[in-house]
């Protein structure tokens, strides 16, 4: 018998009149995918295709990153600035001029009467680096707010706060490279072929050329956990106790890297007499790992030639966050693997240019990883802007998370927000809602003018789309990329460049600092000041010529290097950027402060992402067969659990937490264990009306992760009408 055609039909996509194809970078994730869109006779976007002279993708891209070049015509783009006196009343259109002049006069205001500090402003890790620049030198340099932040302080805080105290400074030390030289790699809370599916695309090829174990802990069977050799599911929020006790059993068997810390760490000392305390029999019944296990990977780790560890949210987004990345750097300290091919601590970053912010944005300080509590640092970037150095304040203002509180106390009483959708990305979301309402001022700009928060805005600027503009983003390893302007801003919007340079011209120090009009003006200011001896963020020898051609150059590439390639890792030479050249080996005991599962409440609530959406679905759920392949929000719950509750396969059920409710609908799964549920966040008015969102000390980054509901039976066609109204959002 034959199976199949006789005569087969393949599939024939229909060749499109490309004219030409422009470099862009995807303005997602942090992979940093190169992107050739392809413009026809008429100058109108057709197509895109994954770059294959870009190291990074080598010609792949994802689901959101084929499908983006549809962003330019999707729904719900801002054509125009809108203002209104009340949130509550009808928008208005208006012109740019008059728009800026009201916002620029309504910040004077509310300065003037309630001190500078109370208006503030949140960005986002999507701007271009060139405009998170110039976004700093309007904040810092002219509005001087000191309360100031990005929207990473939700995904990323806790990865800058880690490094900065193991290593003296930010910038993640490894690479993609990695992969094909390492003997271990262990993955905390990252969930790779959702998260960032070409970066498990080169783990996956590097695996296949030369198999190496692959440890993943995390407490849901996520994909990476299907590929791994080992699977650790822990305890939610126990991490710090599982590499206590793996750094217990290395250091009693004596196969740490004595060498290595004898000559480039502080600290052995306090961290073998802390980790004593976390023998694997006790450790066990804290994280959920057995005693063997621990050890096992512990040994695995400790004796490869080269181990590296990566990580995303699951150790972020924990109210010990800050400590969980130190832990994981203390882990690949003491067994030398810092700086070494296939040896590394590489923070997965969230957004496609999260670094970029962390670099130039002066969120956290001053432009250049500079900080404000250093003078010389304060005296430098004003004499590069050419204003007093008293203007700047001398310590870091409040984070995004404490902003909205400061809100809540009447503190704030206006806010910028710049790309980011506080409405649906916030945890605890009833109480945000009360912030935004009370808000004297509130100006909102972003592409979407449906963005859920523009309901609560006084102001609404329209920006042009990423690719509507030029300029850079920096990658999970540190590579800056181009992205070329492909097409004219959509109606009246404007590139976010234009908009802050506007900005900067009706304040009385915008008329003395100078800003480049051109995305390469400002690039060639953050070149300039890149420059100096031992600095590790060094772009000076990178032009757009230059990064175009190498699709991409890592950091530090210093006046001087020859060809088009950048330093690959940081701290080859075990000198870090601490102030006696050495790193930090920090002890970590554990804090057990996380809401937790009880009677009333018996279910853990953890929270993720899926493949097709990005954050808050501002632009994915835009996108037609992104939304068609994840169109609801939904949780995972286990067989037995759902059976024991009476639940069925597809059917709505209510959650409940201490702060609110959601309706979702039951997918059975063994992914997770019977007293965990798992929701997608990207969903508007789902998981984060549930979540607490304690603070990391450090980082003051929140525990998404972490928190107790219980489940609760909906009438199904109630819930069925709700999800279709919030659906039509
Ligand atoms: Fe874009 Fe990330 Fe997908 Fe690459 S992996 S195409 S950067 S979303």
């Not at 400590?323 to 997965?348: C, Q, R």
Request: with cysteine; glycine share 8%; hydrophobic share 35%.
């Amino acid at each position: 018998m034959i199976f199949g055609r006789r005569k087969p039909k393949p599939i024939v996509i229909p060749t499109k009149p490309v004219k030409e194809w422009k470099l862009a970078t995807c303005n997602y994730c942090s992979t940093g995918c190169s992107i050739e869109i392809g413009v026809d006779e008429s100058g109108r976007v057709i197509t895109s295709r994954g770059d294959a002279k870009a190291d990074v993708n080598r010609g792949k891209l994802c689901i959101k990153g084929i499908l983006e070049h549809e962003l330019f015509n999707s729904p719900g783009r801002g054509s125009q600035p809108l203002v209104r006196t009340r949130f509550q009343d009808e928008f208005q259109p208006t012109d740019w001029d008059s728009a800026l002049d009201l916002c620029a006069g309504k910040i004077k205001e509310i300065q003037q009467k309630h001190g500078r500090d109370a208006f503030a402003v949140v960005s986002t890790g999507q701007l271009l680096t060139e405009e998170f620049y110039t976004l700093g030198k309007l904040v810092r340099g002219c509005i001087g707010t000191n309360n100031y932040d990005g929207n990473t302080t939700l995904c990323m805080a806790s990865a800058v706060s880690g490094y900065k105290r193991s290593f003296g400074s930010d910038g993640p030390p490894g690479c993609y490279e990695d992969f094909e030289h390492t003997q271990c790699l262990m993955a905390f809370g990252s969930n790779l072929p959702e998260q960032h599916p070409i970066i498990y695309w080169r783990l996956k090829e590097a695996r296949e050329k030369r198999h190496f174990p692959l440890i993943v802990v995390d407490p849901r069977v996520t994909m990476l956990a299907q590929f791994a050799d080992i699977h650790l599911p822990i305890t939610p929020g126990t991490d710090c106790v599982l590499i206590n006790a793996m750094l217990h059993v290395i250091i009693s068997e004596g196969l740490q890297d004595q060498a290595y810390i004898d000559a480039h760490c502080n600290g052995f000392e306090e961290l073998r007499a802390l980790v004593a305390d976390y023998n694997p029999i006790q450790a066990q019944h804290i994280c959920g790992i057995d005693e063997d296990l621990i050890r096992h990977v512990a040994r695995l780790y400790a004796r490869a030639g080269a181990a590296m560890s990566i990580w995303t949210m699951g150790i972020n987004q924990s109210t010990h966050g800050s400590d969980g990345v130190a832990n994981i750097n203390n882990l690949n300290l003491v067994t030398g693997n810092i700086g070494k091919p296939g040896g590394t601590s590489l923070s997965i970053t969230g957004q496609c240019n999260a670094m970029g912010t962390r670099e130039w944005s002066s969120c956290s300080g001053l432009p250049g990883y500079r900080l404000l509590e250093r003078p010389e640092h304060r005296e430098e970037i004003a004499k590069f802007w050419g204003i007093d150095p008293e203007f700047f304040p001398q310590k870091r203002g409040l984070t995004q998370t404490d902003i909205f509180p400061a809100i809540e106390s009447g503190e704030i009483r206006g806010l910028w927000l710049v790309a980011t959708n506080p409405m649906t990305s916030m945890p605890n979301l009833g109480r945000i809602r009360k912030m935004m309402e009370k808000l004297d001022f509130l100006i909102v700009q972003d592409v979407y003018e449906d963005v859920e928060t523009n309901k609560y805005s006084h102001v609404y600027l329209p920006a042009a789309v990423w690719a509507e503009k030029e300029g850079c983003h920096t990658n999970t390893e540190r590579r800056v990329n181009l992205t070329r302007n492909v097409l004219k801003p959509y109606a009246d919007s404007k590139p976010d460049l234009w908009i802050f340079n506007q900005m900067a011209k009706r304040f009385d120090n915008g008329r003395v600092i100078h800003f480049p009009e051109t995305a390469e003006g400002a690039f060639n200011e953050m070149r300039e000041l890149s420059k100096g001896e031992g600095r590790t963020l060094d772009i000076s020898a990178m032009t757009y010529d230059k990064i175009e051609a190498a699709r991409g150059i890592q950091w530090p590439f210093r006046e001087g290097m020859d060809g088009l390639r950048g330093e690959p890792r940081l701290y080859t030479d075990g000198r870090f950027q601490t102030a006696d050249g050495r790193a930090n080996l920090i002890p970590v005991r554990f804090r057990d402060n996380n809401e937790k599962p009880d009677g009333d409440y018996p279910f853990w609530c953890n929270s993720g992402r899926v493949v097709e959406h990005f954050h808050t679905r501002t632009r994915t759920g835009k996108i037609g067969n992104c939304n068609k392949f994840s169109p609801t929000p939904y949780m995972e719950i286990n067989p037995d659990a759902a059976e024991e509750l009476g639940i069925e396969h597809m059917s709505y059920v209510r959650l409940v937490s201490r702060r609110g409710d959601a309706v979702v609908l039951a997918q059975l799964t063994h992914r997770v264990p019977r007293n965990m549920v798992f929701i997608p966040f990207h969903f508007y008015d789902c998981v984060n009306r549930l979540t607490l969102g304690l603070l990391d000390p450090y980082s003051r980054q929140p525990a998404f992760k972490q928190c107790a509901v219980r489940i609760e039976k909906v009438d199904q066609l109630e819930a069925a009408r709700l999800n279709r109204e919030r659906r039509a959002f």
